[in-house]
């Protein structure tokens, strides 16, 4: 039986020479597999039939919008996941998605390896290659670019030469990789980290600097899920796509960093997610009303290492998979309505409610009615700074 390999296809010019390429090198059939995970572009059934034209002997597509949304895009509204304070896990939250499909198709046709269109620089290679062997360790995986040193010359030679149906216009200065979560924009001039992203760079959002009116939003939780927008019910995906609206239209979510990449390198990165900014910044807000001070103290710890595994291509690892379980259980009682002023690239909460809330007027108030016992302050404060006034008079001894 002849080998067979599965393509990560998305349709591009790269991943398209990549059928004809693997079926060169390795002598397999090649099986292309597209996912769409919101990132917009073209239909479904026109990549498809562009594979099959290319040379793949079967060709699958997914519709994974919702998948991702509730199983990949929802656990990190639930975790607050910001890697290094700030970026919300755009193509990392992807990759998984994307490797769960391409895992199932291998399985279903028989195939020993899998193939994805990364170099050998990036995150997006451990990402897939961790995640494909840890839901099936007897898989082989291979990347062209990396393992075959398929450049983007190679590639246009090639697809000229084979007479493929691809475009081989001239390359855009910017890589980029989007989703319904938001979008990344890398290389070209941004890759001189003093030269200001320019106005070309961003399609999410708008320029917060132009005048406009505010939008106020209300975002109603049940258990850390958004489950309406201004009273109106939604599912997850349609949270985030009308945050992405809305939010991206004040320019909210726009981020400029250098990050920290696994592989070892500092990378200059430019995103957009209005609606993961929005979401995210709604939920830690109402957690801030209804989580307990001990257990939303921890759970911090738990968000930056929850981000950190996402970030490092570690979905499916059995640490990731258990502080799932803590996330899940920390959210139980985040119910509630939050309310957001969206307006020159903030998202800035301005209420906020909750019949899960911890929050005592008459506890809070210095107003009359207040129901604090100050007279208890004092002795609590003796014991609580017992081992410190010890601790100093033997230091000042």
Known sequence: MTERVVLAYSGGLDTSVAIGWIAEETGAEVIAVAVDVGQGGEDLDVIRKRALACGAVEAEVADAKDEFADE????????????????PLVSALSRPT????????AQKHGAGTVAHGCTG????????EAGI???APDLKCIAPVRDYAMTRDK????????GLPIATTKKSP??????VFGRAVETGFLEDIWNAPIEDVYEYT???????????????????VPVAVDGRPVTVLQAIQQLNERAGAQGV??????EDRLVGIKSREVYEAPGAIALITAHQELENVTVERELARYKRQVEQRWGELVYDGQWFSPLKRALDGFITEANQHVNGDVRMTLHGGRAVVTGRRSESSLYDFNLATYDTGDTFDQAAAKGFIDIYSLSSKIAAKRDLA
Do not use: W
Request: overall charge positive.
């Open 72 to 87: 990949y895009c929802l656990p990190a509204i639930k975790a607050n996941a910001l890697y290094m304070d700030r970026y």
């Open 98 to 105: 994307i490797v769960k499909h391409l895992v199932a198709t």
């Open 121 to 128: 620089k990036g995150n997006d290679q451990v990402r897939f």
């Open 133 to 135: 062997v840890a839901l």
């Open 155 to 162: 590639a246009i030679a090639f697809c000229e030469a084979k």
């Open 174 to 179: 910017y890589s980029i990789d989007q989703n």
């Open 206 to 224: 708008q320029n917060p600097a132009v005048a406009r009116e505010a939008d106020e939003v209300v975002i109603t939780f049940k258990a850390g």
């Open 253 to 258: 979510g726009r981020i400029d960093m250098v």
